[in-house]
């Protein structure tokens, strides 16, 4: 762990020189949720979503200070037309959770820095589950998880942390493998357990309500998150037109306005390729966002359907994985994990 630090400093130290090369013109940062420390999750898996105010706070004094601009999702097209312009850096959080407007927005408004808000319109609704965070919340009950799925049997005990995180991970390669089941395995899962698999989205994420009065402020852009959040490499055609183009049509309704962004769930390249591009594209976006790793390069002004972020993951010291993000440092060690 020691040798893997200093190699990483060694390797942040070079690409720092060579910043203005490997760091693009710019790069998009992927957050999820702003959680106080003494509230975040025990488990790596969902902690990796979460980072502080304080590292909030801290990666916006960085971009300020190091003469980064920060812009609004909108301005991208056309900074990568003009490959030789300021660098800058746009900032997004995924799914709609409720401490976006209630801790993130108020430390963007210290640093009038604008930032996008990706939704899942059923997370808005109450009615699709942040199931991650529920079988959290299964787990932490300390009760034996039992259930029978397509004629197996899964049984799950987790005493500690990390037993709990190992079968969080089992779950999550069960419900992502899923399509358009997916929701019945989550009421046979809740029904083992006795819990809503929605009760714990409608404590977490905005309501329709609190997502419209949050979207009039000047700083905030709100992009489209689908409207289940599924794997959409496991949804037919026209499931996943639905899903996208149908989600679309309910947001705008419900904001009063166009929604000219969009960011895949799970957007990396196990889940996003040609087909999703293309169906996802002719929604008619203005953009839209992976989870692939990259900065912005001018290549990338021809390629809005799937435009590279970078994930701050609450792992780790947030201001080192911005600054390691900028440099280009964070998606060449991201591509060399084969997370490309």
């Known amino acids: 762990m020691i040798a893997r630090r200093l190699r990483d400093s060694a390797l942040l130290a070079a690409a720092t020189l060579a910043r203005p090369v490997l760091g693009g013109l710019g790069f998009i940062v992927t957050l999820h949720r ?176 609190e997502l419209r009065a949050f979207a009039t402020d000047p700083l905030v852009t709100i992009g489209a998150h689908t409207a289940g959040h599924h794997s959409l490499n496991r949804l037919t055609d026209a499931e996943l037109v639905a899903e996208v183009d149908g989600a679309r049509r309910v947001l705008a309704t419900q904001l009063g306005r166009e929604v000219r962004h969009f960011a895949y769930p799970f957007g990396g390249a196990k889940v996003v390729n040609e087909r999703e591009f293309a169906l996802v594209r002719a929604s008619g976006f203005a953009t839209m966002l992976t989870t692939r790793p990259g900065n912005l390069t001018r290549e990338n002004a021809a390629q809005m359907d799937r435009l590279p972020r970078l994930t701050i993951s609450g792992n780790y010291p947030a201001l080192k994985e911005l600054r390691m993000a900028e440099s280009g440092l964070a998606a060449w060690r991201e591509r060399r994990r084969g997370r490309g």
């Open 34 to 209: 702003v959680v106080p420390d003494a509230e975040r999750s025990p488990l790596p898996s969902n902690r990796a979503l979460e980072v502080t105010p304080k590292d909030l706070r801290a990666m916006l004094g960085y971009v300020r200070q190091n003469g980064l601009e920060v812009v609004a999702q909108d301005e991208i097209p056309a900074r990568l037309a003009r490959p030789h312009g300021p660098r800058f850096v746009c900032f997004t959080f995924d799914d709609g959770y409720r401490d976006n407007a209630t801790l993130a927005l108020p430390i963007f408004r210290e640093f009038g820095a604008p930032f996008t808000v990706n939704v899942t319109n059923g997370f808005m609704a109450g009615n699709a589950s942040v199931w991650w965070y529920w079988i959290e919340e299964i787990l932490h009950a300390g009760k034996p998880l039992q259930f029978s799925w397509k004629g197996a049997e899964h049984h799950f005990v987790a005493a500690t942390a990390g037993e709990c995180d190992r079968v969080l991970e089992e779950i999550t390669r069960l419900v992502r493998g899923l399509g358009a089941e997916r929701d019945a395995l989550l009421r046979v899962i809740g029904e083992a357990a006795g819990l809503d698999p929605c009760a714990l989205t409608r404590k977490l994420c905005l309501t329709w309500e």
